[in-house]
């Protein structure tokens, strides 16, 4: 069962050095930095973060960069990431660039302005993509989102306005609004005193949900904390010397036990249905969970809903259309199923079968045996990597089960939720963040589960978001469940 990892680095980062800037309109408002921050989540530190910006003629070059130790279930993972723009004086987007490495294994992500497009390139592992999208010019980034936010201030509450900006993290297909929010100056404890420092909330929007950043700012636009939450956990950046920040701690605590949530009993898997209460904690419900023949939603009050979870063979029939059926067979990047190894893989899992349900069950079965290694360690990765490396958790057996369906002729797609869990880490009866595989079989979506080792799933389970995985990225399925999590009491009826 994979739990949230930090993606949203360089949005973090950037909003933690976003006003560094000539605060006099009388003077040019670019002024180059160089800033450091500690990383804490929760109240462990966890890393460092770094923050430059240059100009070279007529452009500007920022580089971010973070790095941060984690230990998942008694594994110490490192994550590094680094971005680096290239805009224009005027804030118009030139290129971009990210990696970013967790146990060593790279996601990139690299773009340039091609005329009217947007050029997008994306490669982990030996795998890689190209797309272009319609570029807009008024989308910022690095450069140019500090640009707008120094032009239209900082300091006066009350004031709001929207930004449209271009993120890595979320996506790059189009630029999304990002709304600026001024609450003035608040006080401030920082390196040992209080002091008044203004904040800046911002909060960008996308179809995936929204993410949140709190900072702030000293009288010269310097930012000196920054924080997010993220599936419950808060993340913090704190600026400090240079030497300050990159002294790690001895020890690496665990992380995101905080992010399961307690349904206070167990959950019986014997049954064919079971009736989630879910309570927004702060304010109304907003969340949105998949809604189909396997999952219902009723909304019974302006904070809760009531979700019904069946089992397949109460679940009603639903039509395929031949564009999704198409689009949930073909191989994409993650389900990479016309890899020679996945090929094999299939044929040697579904052997002499020919019933497609027979064939599901057998995949599911092979994949819960073949991937050896049950660890925490890898990042995102293909399913010809998973084949070829035989490790991974809940993320791994989900498109590798999903890979060897399509190369088996079966429609297949993710699910990204909670699963429940009658023990994790001591505590008892909970929820944790989770993914598995749907096959599209006799008019039916149906759950597999081969990191549990489910050939028929139990009603255990709560789905946020369904995926082909066609020109998504898997981190982009993460953030439903981490606008939730944080928000959210569970209970059964």
């Not at 709001?160 to 630029?175: C, F, Q």
């Not at 809903?305 to 689009?327: H, N």
């Amino acid at each position: 069962m994979k739990h949230f990892q930090n993606f949203l680095f360089f949005w973090l980062v950037l909003t933690a050095s976003i006003l560094c800037g000539k605060i006099n309109k009388s003077e040019p408002i670019f002024q180059s930095h160089d800033l450091w921050y500690e990383v804490f989540l929760g109240e462990m530190k966890a890393g460092y973060a770094h923050d430059t910006m240059s100009q070279e003629g007529g452009l500007i070059k920022s580089r971010n960069e973070m790095v941060i130790q984690i230990k998942r279930v008694g594994q110490v993972v490192e994550i590094q990431a680094e971005q680096n723009t290239v805009e224009k004086l005027s804030g118009e987007l030139v290129e971009f660039s990210t990696e970013t490495k967790m146990a060593g294994i790279p996601m990139i992500k690299k773009g340039r302005v091609d005329g009217t497009e947007l050029v997008v390139y994306e490669r982990q592992f030996i795998k890689g993509k190209e797309n272009r999208y319609p570029f807009d010019p008024a989308g910022r980034m690095s450069w140019g989102l500090q640009k707008e936010v120094l032009e239209k201030g900082f300091k006066k509450a009350g004031t709001n306005y929207t930004i449209k900006i271009y993120s890595p993290d979320i996506s790059m297909r189009s630029a999304v609004p990002a709304l600026i929010e001024l609450h003035g100056k608040k006080r401030l404890s920082h390196g040992g005193s209080q002091i008044d420092a203004y904040v800046v909330v911002i909060t960008i929007k996308s179809e995936m949900g929204s993410v949140r950043t709190k900072s702030w700012f000293d009288d010269h636009g310097v930012a000196l904390r920054t924080e997010m939450n993220m599936g419950g956990i808060q993340v913090s950046l704190v600026r400090v010397p240079e030497k300050k920040a990159k002294k790690m701690e001895a020890e690496v605590e665990e992380f995101l036990l905080d992010t399961v949530i307690s349904l206070g009993k167990p959950l019986s898997k014997a049954k064919k249905s079971t009736l989630f209460m879910i309570k927004s904690i702060n304010g109304p419900w907003n969340g949105r969970l998949h809604e189909g023949p396997l999952q219902q939603v009723n909304l019974i009050s302006k904070k809760e809903v009531e979700v019904l979870v069946k089992t397949d063979a109460l679940a009603q029939r639903e039509v395929l259309l031949e564009s999704k059926r198409k689009e949930c067979l073909e191989p994409n990047p993650y389900l990479d199923s016309g890899d020679l190894l996945i090929q094999d893989l299939a044929k040697e899992a579904k052997s002499e079968e020919t019933d497609p349900e027979k064939i599901a069950g057998r995949l599911s079965a092979f994949v819960h045996q073949y991937i050896s290694s049950k660890n925490f360690t890898v990042g995102f990765a293909s399913a010809s990597e998973v084949a070829r490396n035989q490790a991974g958790d809940c993320t791994e057996h989900s498109v590798l089960l999903a890979a060897l369906g399509r190369a088996c002729n079966i429609p297949s797609r993710v699910v990204t939720g909670l699963v429940y869990t009658p023990i994790f880490k001591g505590k008892r009866h909970v929820l944790v963040y989770h993914m598995w595989t749907q096959f599209y079989l006799s008019g039916k979506w149906k759950n597999y589960d081969s990191a549990l080792g489910y050939a028929q799933c139990p009603p255990d389970r709560i789905a946020f978001s369904v995926s082909s995985l066609a020109g998504e990225d898997l981190t982009e399925s993460m953030i439903p469940v981490m606008n939730l999590i944080q928000n959210i009491e569970v209970s059964l009826k």
